[in-house]
Structures are given as structure tokens and as C-alpha cells.
């Protein structure tokens, strides 16, 4: 998927909700050690800056060169690029050495990934027995009950141009595997859910709809989601194109330490 990704890299930048900074001191309340952490599928980096935050040394990987180039530098955050063709024993190397890593996290990207393999490698690199994953995701955003009903047909557009393993997404990780020992913060079958409140602009929601990858997907094969008509009503049921929002993007978290 790194090809869609790099389509859209500049766009994906300013259009995302930024993580609360509770999140990530929640996260490392999890953990024994603050020395190294790992953030997989980091894009620009939104979640790696918060877990610095808390650990010694962060390494930020994307199998996007694209996204990484729009990676925003922090002096305890190393960007690293990981094509498809690293090896697990190469990756592993990569990021540290087997029990080296305190914590993971994946921020709206674990459901693009192989999960077996990806599983397995998580499971050789954390720390045992108190490293611990965070995947989370959100779907969906709640603005206004008329403003709601109009994005909620507009998704149904979206639904012929998603990957197929955008389920996970749309019914909020609870169906996606997750093998891992709980620890009070969402397992499988039932992810802990969360609010992310934001201001937001028309702007700025045009723009996160265009990084969308089923937008950027439909586009190639010639179909236009975004057409002039569909921005004007979304426009008009927003409140017009100067009004700021309070918006709550819907979220959800599975956190979780290797079954021992």
C-alpha cells in the first residue's frame, strides 16, 4: 500500500486529528522502562513526537519514503524507511534486538499490515514481561446531526474504492485479531473507545476527506467523490466555508503484553 500512501502524502499532513496528550502518559504508565520505543507506520510522525514525550529514544519507520519526507524532526525520534523487502531478522536488527523495546504503537495504519508476520516480530522485540502494544484507530467524526446524516451517505460513495481490510476500521477494530495479554485498556473483541475533540475548519475537513484513500483510489479510476456539487452541500450543511467546529472524532484502542 506504500504507492497509495505516497500519493497523498502532502495532503495527509495538515488533515489528521492530533492524539491527546493523555494518551500517550497512559501508555507509558504501562510500561517498566522508558528507553525505546517504536512507532510503526509513523507517516509524518503525529504519534512518535507524543511518545517522546516518554522514552529515551523513539524509531519512527514507514514503508513510505513519501510520508517520511514530511516526517517533523524531534531530537529523540530517528525516522527510518522500511520497504516490504527487509526480512524479519533485518527488521528486527533494524529496530533494536529481541526484548529491546518498551513500547509499540500503530496509529490508524495496524489494519494495512500483515498481522501474522507483524505479530511475531512485535513479540521478539518487546521487553518482556511489561512491553506492551497500543493499535488504535478512529472512523467517523460527530459534528452535527445534519451535518452527520450527510457524511454518513457520502461513506456509503466511499465503499466500493476502500481495501477490503478497511473493515477493521468501520467496525472499530473489534473484529481485528489481536492475540496479546490485556492490560485494562481494550482486548480483543473489545477495544477500549475514546473521544478525540478537535477544532476544525471546512478547509480542513475537505482536506482530510481528500487523503482519504478510497478518494485518491476512486479518483485514478475515474471517479470524481469530490465533485463541485458534493463540496457544496457538505459546505452548506457544515455552516459555510469560514466557520471553525468543534468536532469529536471517534476513536478506538487495543493495548497488550506478550502471553507469556
Known sequence: MAGLFDKQAEIYLDARPNYPKEWFSMLADQTDHHSLAWDVGTGNGQAALGVAEHYKQVIGTDVSEAQLKYAVPHPRVRYLHTPLSLSDDELVSLIGCEGS???????????????????????????????????????????????DALAKHFHETTLPFWNPDSKYVFDGYRTLPFPFESVGLGSEGEPMLLDIPKELSFDGLLGMIKSYSAVVTAKERGVDLLSEGVVKELECAWGGPKLVRSVVYKAFMLVGKVKL
Open 101 to 147: 523495546v518498551d513500547l509499540v504503537t500503530v496509529a490508524q495504519a495496524v489494519h494495512w499490515f500483515d498481522l501474522p508476520r507483524f505479530y511475531s516480530i512485535v513479540t521478539r522485540l518487546l521487553r518482556k514481561p511489561r512491553g506492551v502494544l497500543a493499535v488504535w484507530g478512529y472512523r467517523g467524526m460527530v459534528v452535527s446531526p445534519t451535518f
